[in-house]
């Protein structure tokens, strides 16, 4: 049952073969950063449990995550990055135009179990994330009944949520603090903003 729920509303695709997941890896940790950014919730001041960089493909498109304190300013994308969500917008058959770059620098960041704001998204679209680094797990948890599935989210390899399982499930990384886990994990999450 749990394995047809996420085949039927989430895409799981293998965008990029090891090598040259492992090549953009090191790119990746060549990009700035905002790491821990601090932000109030709650009245109370908090930090984001991971590193961000947002970026688009024009300058044209302003998105703001608006969670945990707002997405980083965006950047325009390089040459290298339009190459990347070019080739995932191949696989896909999408038209995403912006990334979120999220930098687990170790086993303790993390991302809790949320579903996303669609503010300023185009109607009807979802996210696709593709991890690159250590591989860790990722959660996606039905919201009515909690049940929740697990899948190892290796490197190069794409799952995409749609608008409507976006609707129904959160998603998530948890922490993975494990003895010596100071591994680094790089995500970077595509979606589809309306242009200004």
Request: aromatic share 10%; hydrophobic share 30%; glycine share 6%.
């Amino acid at each position: 049952m749990t394995d047809i729920i996420v085949e039927q509303k989430a895409r799981i695709v293998q965008i990029f073969t090891e090598q040259e997941a492992d090549e953009i890896f090191e790119y990746l940790q060549t990009k700035q950063y905002e790491y821990h950014k601090q932000y109030k919730r709650f009245n109370k001041d908090v930090k984001v449990p991971r590193g961000q960089a947002s970026y688009t493909t024009h300058k044209d498109i302003h998105y703001d995550y608006k969670q945990a304190g707002g997405s980083p300013p965006n950047e325009v994308m390089c040459e290298r990055l339009l190459d990347i969500t070019n080739k995932v917008n191949k696989e896909l058959g999408t038209n995403y135009n912006t990334i979120l770059l999220n930098v687990y620098k170790d086993g303790k960041d993390h991302i809790a179990p949320h579903s996303d704001s669609t503010a300023g998204w185009m109607e009807n679209t979802g996210f696709a994330t593709v991890a690159f680094g250590y591989e860790r797990k990722f959660v996606i948890q039905e919201i009515s009944t909690k049940q929740k599935t697990k899948l190892l989210h290796k490197k190069g390899m794409c799952i995409e949520v749609s608008s409507e399982m976006n609707k129904t499930h959160k998603h998530g990384l948890p922490a993975c603090v494990t003895k010596g886990n100071n591994q680094c994990r790089i995500s970077l999450t595509f979606r589809q903003i309306k242009e200004v």
